[in-house]
């Protein structure tokens, strides 16, 4: 059960699940955001997350998310109306040009293997809110939970590459994914 409610078409719109529903970020998440990426495994499977984190950067982070004029849109993933943390995760799109997006995301560690993932990057998926033609995501190959996320949720496999990671300090091998919407 996918609801896409956007209040304004300036708006960041809000979806619900089944178990929870993506919100924009607010202020309040800053610290529920820094308690699960101090976490090394979590920083270590995204590119951006530093490792130990910097003071400030999580309030930077979701100071930027909050901004009219951001170049990417960011979801809590919040479980608090289905008596769940109300920060799980993140799921973001970035737009690119020529009607495309990046899909990226990740959960606290404590909450691996609980489909909540996949759960999200469905919803964001199916509820298109930049209405991309194409959604790009990515996945460290030595994470193949991340890359499971992104089949389950029907992105194909496009080919190998890398990225540099701010926490591992170095380029990671990756495998490149796309989804064709519509």
């Not at 820094?34 to 590119?47: K, L, N, P």
């Not at 460290?140 to 300090?169: H, I, K, M």
């Amino acid at each position: 059960m996918n609801n896409l409610i956007a209040p304004d078409l300036n708006a960041q719109a809000v979806i619900a699940t089944e178990r929870f529903v993506l919100r924009p970020l607010r202020a309040s998440d800053a610290g529920l955001i820094a308690h699960y990426t101090q976490d090394r495994r979590v920083a270590e499977g995204t590119r951006s997350i530093p490792h130990p984190l910097p003071p400030g950067s999580t309030e930077s982070y979701v100071r930027r998310a909050m901004q009219p004029e951001r170049e990417e849109d960011v979801w809590a993933i919040d479980g608090s109306t289905n008596k769940l943390a109300e920060l799980l995760g993140v799921v973001s799109l970035t737009r690119l040009e020529r009607d495309q997006s990046e899909l990226g995301f990740w959960v606290g560690a404590g909450f691996w293997n609980t489909g909540f993932a996949t759960e999200a990057v469905a919803a964001l998926a199916a509820a298109n809110p930049h209405g991309s033609r194409t959604l790009f995501a990515e996945a460290f190959q030595d994470n193949p939970g991340s890359a499971r996320v992104l089949t389950n949720c029907g992105f194909e496999y496009l080919g190998d590459a890398e990225s540099w990671s701010v926490a591992r300090n170095s380029r990671v091998p990756t495998w490149t994914y796309l989804r064709k919407m519509g």
